[in-house]
């Protein structure tokens, strides 16, 4: 039976990518640093992946086919040091390559990017080729873990592959995502909890997409022949406008009677040319997104109805 370990398993990716590995056969094993649930028959483990003695004999023990690293702090207290910041991602992808090259080095790894990589490119829409222009000290930080992995595939020649990710959003999205935020408040809206939802740019633009699909990518990448770097994205932008609308129609509300914008809320460096090319995944993983973005959305708030009323 092949074996996988996730870090960040307890976060909305590891959720998805444990149970699909798990029901494709999988044991799967996870990290994280405090108990939270994680899918019937995930193996967990608490452990600090900057922690290298810890995360050594973890890999030792495990003896992972394929390591998935998705732990990062997407979410950072407001006056942290830009590059403590940075550092705790560069830090996390050393110790994990370094685990994996000197206890599992036939073991496959795949880590986990970001869009933010390319907060300040030029050229839309962006694909693995692109040169790194983070914007954000989060964007900063996956763009040095990024060039630390490309440069340990070129120097061991090991199956190290990254997947740079486009916003992807589900029923399990951390509330303070502003996907997550909207579908919550129109939960809130539509069961009497509060009059309003106070957003900032709404005519900013996002490529989203559905994270169980962005997982079976990742699975994709860790089976594939050849290692590699891609996008995965939808290829098509939408707004934040768009994105309310839709949300409030699967409640049956217009988003126009409340929704607000509060020019304080917008992001100073927010990117807002971010669009994924994915050709490259289609092409060598046969992976595209296939959830249209209406469906996303309505299932998001359906979700949180239930959850609003009990469910």
């Not at 951390?174 to 106070?198: C, H, M, N, Y």
């Not at 594939?224 to 939808?234: C, K, L, N, Q």
Request: net charge neutral; aromatic share 6%.
């Amino acid at each position: 039976m092949p074996r996988a370990l996730i870090t960040g398993v307890t976060g909305q990716d590891g959720w998805y990518l444990a149970g699909q590995l798990r029901d494709a056969g999988w044991e799967v094993h996870g990290i994280a640093r405090r108990h939270r649930d994680v899918p019937p028959g995930t193996v967990l483990h608490l452990a600090d992946v900057t922690d290298a003695g810890a995360l050594n004999a973890l890999v030792a023990q495990v003896a992972p086919h394929s390591i998935f690293h998705l732990a990062a702090e997407s979410f950072v207290a407001g006056d942290a040091p830009p590059e403590r910041v940075v550092e705790a991602h560069r830090r996390a992808v050393a110790v994990v390559l370094d685990a994996w090259q000197h206890v599992a080095p036939h073991a496959r790894v795949v880590l986990a990017s970001s869009s933010e990589v390319f907060g300040g490119a030029e050229a839309s829409p962006q694909d693995a080729s692109t040169p790194l222009c983070p914007v954000t000290a989060y964007g900063r930080g996956k763009a040095e873990a990024l060039l630390l992995l490309r440069e340990r595939r070129a120097s061991t020649g090991g199956h190290l592959s990254a997947a740079i990710l486009y916003n992807h959003e589900s029923e399990r999205r951390d509330p303070r995502f502003l996907g997550r935020k909207v579908s919550l408040g129109v939960a809130a809206i539509a069961t009497g909890r509060q009059s309003e939802l106070v957003l900032g740019d709404l005519d900013a633009q996002r490529d989203w997409g559905y994270a169980p699909e962005y997982m079976t990518a990742l699975i994709r990448m860790a089976a594939a022949d050849t290692p590699g770097d891609y996008v995965i994205g939808t290829g098509v932008a939408h707004s934040v406008r768009q994105f309310c609308a839709h949300a409030f129609a699967a409640a049956g509300l217009d988003y126009r009677a409340f929704v607000r914008s509060d020019e304080a809320l917008r992001r100073g460096a927010d990117p807002r040319r971010l669009l994924a090319d994915p050709a490259a995944a289609a092409r060598a993983l046969g992976w595209r997104a296939t959830t249209p973005f209406p469906e996303m959305v309505a299932r998001m708030v359906r979700a949180d109805l239930a959850y609003m009323r009990g469910g």
